[in-house]
């Protein structure tokens, strides 16, 4: 769950074809519901998983309600809360009971670091880079979203290669900036489209709002090429009009040139790292390794240029694994912790 502007949304994976989604504004609810035929039992060993955490209590706090009623076929399933790591003990507590005045089972409370290593480590994702490390080797989860980074580092326990036992890991430093995120290389990019067509047309497309549409999405769909292609084009016909006609956005961008835009943006995004790496006294690019790997998170660990910056941040020895589907990981962790015990 995540709180931007006056509005929450939500969105968890349970367990295969099965999602819990929401969506809430300031003079809305937030609701959670079950994606799917909400009256074909779900085994009690599918645990309900939500990326809950601060949002929670500011939607309550504004007077939004958390409706249950899409659930209450399915309330034996218990929930599973995934916090940020850094989240106190009374704000859990506080999420945990807002949940439970709602109706809703909840099963237990879980950090989203850890969880997102559950997640990996259940899938064997992460069993060749632990299984090298000595028993202090330490894991660096970093969670990409849009307006959050967040980078933890992991004591690894006795280095081994399963879940359970001696092999839980502890968070030993964690570091979040809640000022970036990848929606900040969105923006970016839009800004410059946005520049250089003032350059050209001394029109500031920013100052209307169809035009940004149609802008934001030309962006994305750039960005998106350009990590498999050198090159793209962008071709916006009739974006805006003035007095003189219409008007028409063509760009072309290269890949060199996205990155240089994303410079300013990469930096700050990945800065979170370098502190944490600092807290702990991890020397990044040392040789051998401090880090047995890091392990990246979140819709934006999607990014090429952000996969590029965090290498380049913790050394290029050092194993950066992206999972498939990265921004479900800390919820897919969040359901299998309790099957090692993993819960608060």
């Known amino acids: 769950m995540a709180f931007d502007g006056g509005s929450v949304e939500a969105e968890a994976v349970l367990s295969e074809g099965q999602k819990v989604s929401g969506e809430g504004g300031d003079d809305g609810p937030l609701l959670l519901e079950l994606g799917g035929a909400t009256d074909n039992p779900i085994s009690i060993h599918s645990l309900y998983s939500a990326l809950v955490s601060e949002a929670v209590g500011i939607a309550s706090h504004k007077g939004l309600s958390l409706a249950a009623a899409p659930l209450s076929a399915n309330s034996g399933s218990p929930l599973v ?25 909840v099963y237990g409370v879980v950090d989203d670091a850890s969880a997102a290593y559950v997640a990996a480590m259940d899938a064997g994702i ?9 028993s202090q080797s330490q ?26 036992g001696g092999s839980r890991v502890e968070v030993v430093q964690t570091v979040a900036s809640r000022t970036t995120g990848s929606n900040q290389l969105h923006a970016a990019l839009v800004d410059h489209l946005a520049l250089q067509f003032a350059l050209r047309n001394g029109i500031d497309l920013r100052q209307d709002y169809m035009s940004m549409e149609r802008l934001h999405s030309a962006a994305e769909v750039a960005a998106e090429e350009l990590s498999f292609r050198p090159k793209v084009k962008i071709n916006l016909p009739f974006i805006t009009a003035d007095a003189s006609g219409p008007k028409h956005l063509e760009e072309s961008l290269t890949r060199a040139e996205y990155a240089r835009i994303l410079d300013d943006a990469l930096g700050a995004m990945t800065q979170p790292i370098a502190d944490v790496l600092a807290k702990a006294g991890v020397r ?37 694994v992206v999972p498939p589907n990265p921004e479900e990981y800390v919820a897919r962790g969040a359901a299998k912790a309790p099957e090692y015990g993993w819960l608060e």
Request: charged share 10%.
């Open 284 to 320: 990044p690019g040392s040789e051998p390794s401090e880090l047995a790997g890091v392990l990246l998170v979140g819709a934006g660990a999607r990014s090429p240029a952000l996969q590029a910056a965090v290498q380049a941040r913790v050394g290029a020895g050092v194993v950066t």
């Open 81 to 105: 809360l995934s916090v940020p790591v850094a989240t106190p003990d009374s704000a859990r507590n506080f999420l945990v009971n807002v949940c439970l005045e709602q109706g809703l089972m």
């Open 126 to 134: 992460l069993t060749d880079m632990l299984k090298n490390g000595s």
């Open 139 to 164: 894991i660096m989860v970093v969670d990409l979203g849009g307006s959050l980074v967040q980078a933890s580092l992991l004591s690894a326990g006795d280095g081994g290669g399963s879940l359970g």
